[in-house]
C-alpha cells in the first residue's frame, strides 16, 4: 500500500498526459447523396412488387434487391472513407501564445499543433476545411474545444442495461 509519504509525484506526472478527443469524418460524404437517391428507388421498388399483378420469375432478383445490393456497396464505400481524428486541448495561455506569434491563420495553426493523430500542417487543416465541408469540421472543432475546457470523465452510459435479478433492475 502506497503512503503520502511514499508517492513518488514525479512518476506520476511522468506518465500523464492531456485530455484528447476523436471524431470520424469520412473522405467520401458526396456519396450520402446517392445513398439517399437509392433509398427513395428502393422504396418505390419495393411498393412497385408488392403490387398483387407483379410477378417474379422464380431465381431472378427483383428490381429492389438489386439496389439495395448497390446501396450496400455504396455504403461500404462511404464507410470504408472514415478517418479518425484525435484532438489535444490547448490551456489559454498557449491559446494566447498563438494569437501573439501570428495571428493570421491562427484557427489553421492551433488545430494543427492540437491534432495528434494523423500528424498535418496548418496548411493542409485549411484544405481539410473546405474538402470536408463545415460540418464535419465543426465536429472537429467541438472536440477541440472539448479536449480543452471539459474534466476528462468515463461515461458508460451507451452500455446495455444488465435487467438480471440482483442488479438492482427489476
Given at each position: 500500500?502506497?503512503t503520502p509519504?511514499?508517492?513518488?509525484?514525479?512518476?506520476?506526472?511522468?506518465?500523464?498526459?492531456?485530455?484528447?478527443?476523436?471524431?470520424?469524418?469520412?473522405?467520401?460524404?458526396?456519396?450520402?447523396?446517392?445513398?439517399?437517391?437509392?433509398?427513395?428507388?428502393?422504396?418505390?421498388?419495393?411498393?412497385?412488387?408488392?403490387?398483387?399483378?407483379?410477378?417474379?420469375?422464380?431465381?431472378?432478383?427483383?428490381?429492389?434487391?438489386k439496389l439495395?445490393?448497390?446501396?450496400?456497396?455504396?455504403?461500404?464505400?462511404?464507410?470504408?472513407?472514415?478517418?479518425?481524428?484525435?484532438?489535444?486541448?490547448?490551456?489559454?495561455?498557449?491559446?494566447?501564445?498563438?494569437?501573439?506569434?501570428?495571428?493570421?491563420?491562427?484557427?489553421?495553426?492551433?488545430?494543427?499543433?492540437?491534432?495528434?493523430?494523423?500528424?498535418?500542417?496548418?496548411?493542409?487543416?485549411?484544405?481539410?476545411?473546405?474538402?470536408?465541408?463545415?460540418?464535419?469540421?465543426?465536429?472537429?472543432?467541438?472536440?477541440?474545444?472539448?479536449?480543452?475546457?471539459?474534466?476528462?470523465?468515463?461515461?458508460?452510459?451507451?452500455?446495455?442495461?444488465?435487467?438480471?435479478?440482483?442488479?438492482?433492475?427489476?
Amino acid at each position: 500500500m502506497t503512503t503520502p509519504q511514499d508517492f513518488d509525484f514525479d512518476a506520476w506526472l511522468d506518465g500523464a498526459d492531456r485530455p484528447e478527443r476523436a471524431v470520424t469524418v469520412y473522405q467520401k460524404a458526396g456519396l450520402i447523396a446517392d445513398l439517399d437517391a437509392l433509398e427513395q428507388q428502393i422504396l418505390a421498388a419495393q411498393d412497385e412488387e408488392a403490387e398483387p399483378e407483379f410477378e417474379r420469375q422464380l431465381g431472378s432478383m427483383t428490381e429492389s434487391q438489386k439496389l439495395e445490393r448497390e446501396y450496400r456497396k455504396l455504403a461500404q464505400q462511404f464507410h470504408d472513407s472514415a478517418l479518425t481524428i484525435r484532438v489535444q486541448g490547448h490551456s489559454d495561455e498557449e491559446k494566447r501564445e498563438f494569437l501573439t506569434d501570428q495571428p493570421e491563420g491562427v484557427v489553421y495553426r492551433v488545430l494543427a499543433d492540437a491534432i495528434t493523430s494523423p500528424i498535418v500542417t496548418a496548411d493542409q487543416v485549411k484544405r481539410l476545411e473546405k474538402k470536408i465541408g463545415p460540418a464535419q469540421f465543426g465536429l472537429i472543432l467541438q472536440a477541440y474545444q472539448k479536449a480543452s475546457t471539459e474534466i476528462p470523465a468515463v461515461s458508460a452510459d451507451f452500455l446495455p442495461k444488465s435487467s438480471t435479478r440482483g442488479d438492482g433492475g427489476e
